[in-house]
């Protein structure tokens, strides 16, 4: 034989002592303020080729601050794809999303048209733009974009320390 529950059988409902002490206690949580400290967060524009060099520069810069958040876009799809309307509409929003925009420049970084429309669509829109030498390597040149418009590419010395005060600004 199957007892079946009488389905008019409520649960005790709390005490009023136990539900006055939980809204006491909801209005303490909610009057708490809690200043949350604001998360930065950096476009990188580079070629894939040099992904382990820009994984070792975001370990790097996540140490001197921990609220960088890196937002990149590493495209294996050619300029000229029939699809790179849609990825450019992508890659802006994502830019549009930054505070900052960092060049990591590695040594396959000219002709890239992708880096070089990343670069002038970052500058379009006035973000704050920083250009990272990846090598020490000499025969690493200055790409025409960033040439162009005079910014020059910064040590990881230099950048460490632009971090550094960007951080302590905010």
Known sequence: MIEIADSEVCPSEPKPSTL?????MARREISKTVTLIP????????????????????????????????????????????????????????????????????????????????????????KSLAALRLSDDPPLKVPKVLRDRRIKLLSEGDIRELIRKRSMDE
């Open 20 to 24: 006055e002490r939980l809204e006491e």
């Open 39 to 126: 998360r930065r967060r950096a476009f990188l524009i580079f070629r894939v080729d040099d992904s382990d060099q820009v994984r070792s520069f975001c370990a790097a810069a996540k140490e001197i601050d921990p609220r960088l958040d890196f937002i990149d876009f590493a495209l294996k799809v050619h300029f000229k794809t029939e699809n790179a309307a849609y990825v450019r509409h992508c890659i802006t929003k994502r830019i549009e999303a930054s505070s900052m925009v960092v060049v990591l420049v590695g040594k396959t970084f000219q002709d890239c048209e992708w880096v070089d429309w990343e670069v002038r669509e970052s500058i379009r829109m006035g």
